[in-house]
C-alpha cells in the first residue's frame, strides 16, 4: 500500500514532477541551442539568412515519445519569433498574452533569461489542437547573439502518465 500511496503522491507533486522532467528538457533546449550556436558560426551568410536558417531547422525539430515535442523561439520585447504549432502568433507582442491564472508567461521568461540565462516557467498553455489551456513545465534558454529565447516544455498531464506508468511498473514485480 504504501508503494501505490507514494506513486500517487508523486504523480500529482509538481515538484517531484519537475525533478523528473527538468534534465531531459534541459537537454532538449540545449540540442536546439546548439543549432542556434552551430548557424551563427557559418560566415557566408547575414545575419537575416542565419535566422531564417535556424527558424526552418527548428521549427521542423520534434522529439519526445510521440515526437510531438517541439521547440519556440521569442525575443526579449517579447514577441514571438516563431511557433509551429501556432504560427499565427509569429510576430506578435506576446507582453500582455497572460495564462488563467493571469501569469504573463513570456513576460516571465525574459525575467528569468534577463536575471539566470536560463531556467523553469511553469504556466498553463492549450495542447496540441485543444483551446483549454493545461498545466505546463518549460525550461528556456537565452540566445545572447540574437537576443532570442528557445524553450520547450511537458504538459504535466505527461508527466503524471509517466509516472503512473513507472509505479504500474513496479507494483506489477512485487510479490508477496
Known amino acids: 500500500m504504501s508503494v501505490i500511496d507514494k506513486a500517487y503522491r508523486d504523480a500529482y507533486d509538481s515538484e517531484k514532477l519537475k525533478n523528473v522532467f527538468s534534465e531531459p528538457l534541459q537537454n532538449a533546449v540545449d540540442t536546439a541551442f546548439g543549432i542556434l550556436k552551430s548557424v551563427d558560426q557559418e560566415s557566408d551568410l547575414s545575419l537575416e539568412a542565419k535566422q531564417q536558417k535556424a527558424i526552418m531547422l527548428i521549427k521542423q525539430l520534434r522529439y519526445g515519445p510521440q515526437n510531438k515535442d517541439y521547440f519556440w523561439i521569442n525575443d526579449m520585447q517579447p514577441k514571438m519569433v516563431m511557433h509551429p504549432y501556432k504560427p499565427e502568433l509569429d510576430g506578435a507582442d506576446l507582453s500582455l498574452n497572460q495564462d488563467p491564472n493571469g501569469k504573463k508567461l513570456f513576460v516571465e521568461m525574459v525575467r528569468i533569461c534577463q536575471e539566470k540565462g536560463q531556467g523553469f516557467v511553469d504556466y498553463h498553455w492549450p495542447k496540441y489542437g485543444a483551446d483549454k489551456p493545461q498545466p505546463k513545465l518549460s525550461f528556456v534558454r537565452l540566445f545572447k547573439p540574437w537576443n532570442w529565447i528557445i524553450g520547450s516544455g511537458v504538459y504535466l498531464e505527461v508527466a503524471e ?16
Open 161 to 176: 502518465q509517466k509516472l503512473k506508468s513507472e509505479a504500474a511498473a513496479l507494483i506489477k514485480t512485487l510479490r508477496y
